[in-house]
């Protein structure tokens, strides 16, 4: 008998290796991606989503755009100009099966990812 790997709650479309890092509640170790790239948490049937913080990263510091967007619950588009901390976005309660972050802008890291429920 082989053992599996549990599955990753997080895909990306790019640097799949990486995609984990956004979990491990270490701001020194990041995601990275370009415009267009994204990365995805699949959640739990019927979850309601309040709020997700996010810390990125970017090495020129220049503000970046991005989108959060929820499976059956529409997207809000953003910019960061915070680096290194977690900043909080509201979404009271929506229900999703699926959360992503698309990155509208090139070189911008995800360090940390936290979903509140």
Not at 13 to 27: F, R, W
Not at 49 to 77: C, H, M, T, W, Y
């Amino acid at each position: 008998l082989e053992s599996q790997n549990p599955v990753s709650p997080v895909t990306a479309s790019t640097d799949m290796e990486n995609a984990p890092n956004v979990l491990d509640k270490q701001k020194n170790t990041v995601w990275q991606g370009n415009k267009g790239d994204y990365i995805t948490f699949a959640l739990k049937n019927g979850s309601k989503i309040n709020e997700v913080a996010i810390a990125f990263k970017r090495d020129n510091g220049l503000p970046a755009e991005f989108e959060i967007q929820l499976s059956g619950g529409g997207g809000q588009f953003l910019t960061v100009s915070q680096y290194g901390e977690l900043i909080s976005y509201p979404f009271k309660g929506t229900t999703a099966s699926d959360l992503r972050i698309l990155l509208n802008d090139d070189r911008v890291g995800i360090a940390e990812v936290v979903l509140k429920e």
